[in-house]
């Protein structure tokens, strides 16, 4: 007869998770439970930052790790496309506004620029300037980025 081993349900959170090959999928961030069935399972933060759940059926041992019995696929995130750079051509009289103080919106709108948004690395979403910190900011992600 096979002896029987439970885990507490405060030390799953944190642990590693890896596929049946040793590949790293991510990191336990929570337990989930299925209405109407109650399936359990664990909620995953992968390494590309996404959240995976798998069914407490995949997993195949639970130790410092856990090693789940079938691969679990996880495609990195779609990588946001980098921004276009020109350099404007501006004459002296332009260059003399853009001296006096004229508002740089008014300035790039005048010489036919757009200002440019910058956009999270990780989900693509614009990011905003938190000038207290000097930091980028992603509201999509809770994050500051730079």
Do not use: H
Not at 101 to 120: A, D, H, T
């Amino acid at each position: 007869m096979q002896e029987r081993k439970s885990i507490s349900r405060s030390k799953l959170p944190g642990m590693s998770v890896y596929n049946p090959d040793g590949v790293f999928v991510g990191t336990v961030k929570d337990l989930s439970l299925e209405i109407g069935t109650g399936e359990i399972g664990v909620i995953v933060e992968t390494k590309y930052k996404t959240e995976i759940e798998i069914p407490w059926s995949n997993i195949g041992a639970v130790g410092d790790i856990v090693i789940l019995k079938e691969p679990v696929e996880i495609k990195p995130p779609p990588t946001p496309k980098p921004f276009a750079v020109s350099t404007p051509t501006v004459t002296p009289t332009e260059a003399k506004e853009a001296k006096k103080g004229v508002p740089i919106s008014s300035f790039l709108k005048k010489i036919g620029l757009k200002r440019e948004k910058k956009l999270c690395p990780i989900c693509g979403k614009p990011l905003t300037y938190i000038k207290q910190y000097k930091r980028w900011y992603c509201y999509n992600c809770g994050k500051y980025v730079d």
